[in-house]
């Protein structure tokens, strides 16, 4: 197997704002679709065998903008249900819960459709996915698996390849349209990469 690529899609109005974002289903604002375009000369090198990508449009748009060639949907890579949380924002949970934490608290139960997940719930699918991701790589050889999704879903995902707890997650911040990458040093798992972007000032050179 190459390395696995993380990437977080582009800006939308709630990730600018700070509010937590899991289903409902927002565009790329200008600058998510400008950093979206801007992932095609860091991807450009790497020899792709498979993408995954997140069902919500704000990931399927950045895949394509990217220049991901057939993404393939996949549930199981949707952010984190943030149940009642859903458009808020931390600074506004903490006046009712100044202690708060996602990572170790969760969220309050949200309507039946969107009840919240727990970390150890997101770990769960985290888990799932890294096993597709293993079982595609057989097919695979060398090449890059990309993986287009949301950052605190991809987040507990660094987490688990890592052989972490979901909830060390909280260690690892990744930005809108930034490029990670997961790979091995003998034969252990590691981060080989984080947070790669092209500078916004480079961003009329490839529009």
Request: charged share 25%; proline share 6%.
């Amino acid at each position: 197997m190459g390395e696995l690529i993380l990437i977080r899609h582009g800006e939308t109005e709630w990730s600018r704002s700070g509010q937590h974002t899991s289903w409902t289903d927002l565009p790329l604002t200008e600058l998510g679709e400008r950093q979206a375009r801007a992932l095609v000369p860091l991807l450009a090198e790497r020899e792709i065998g498979l993408t995954l990508v997140s069902p919500y449009l704000r990931a399927r748009r950045t895949a394509e903008l990217a220049g991901l060639t057939g993404p393939r949907e996949t549930p199981d890579l949707r952010e984190w249900d943030y149940g009642a949380y859903e458009g808020v924002t931390t600074v506004e949970i903490r006046r009712t819960r100044p202690d708060w934490n996602l990572w170790t608290d969760g969220v309050a139960p949200g309507p039946e459709e969107h009840p919240g997940e727990s970390p150890e719930e997101v770990g769960a699918r985290a888990d799932r996915i890294l096993a597709e991701v293993r079982a595609a790589a057989s097919r695979l050889g060398d090449a890059d698996i990309a993986l287009v999704a949301h950052s605190h879903f991809l987040r507990v995902l660094t987490a688990r390849y890592l052989r972490l707890t979901p909830a060390s997650g909280e260690l690892f911040q990744l930005a809108t349209g930034a490029v990670s990458r997961l790979g091995t040093e003998h034969d252990k798992p590691v981060v080989t990469a984080l947070n790669m972007a092209l500078p916004e000032r480079l961003f009329a050179a490839i529009e």
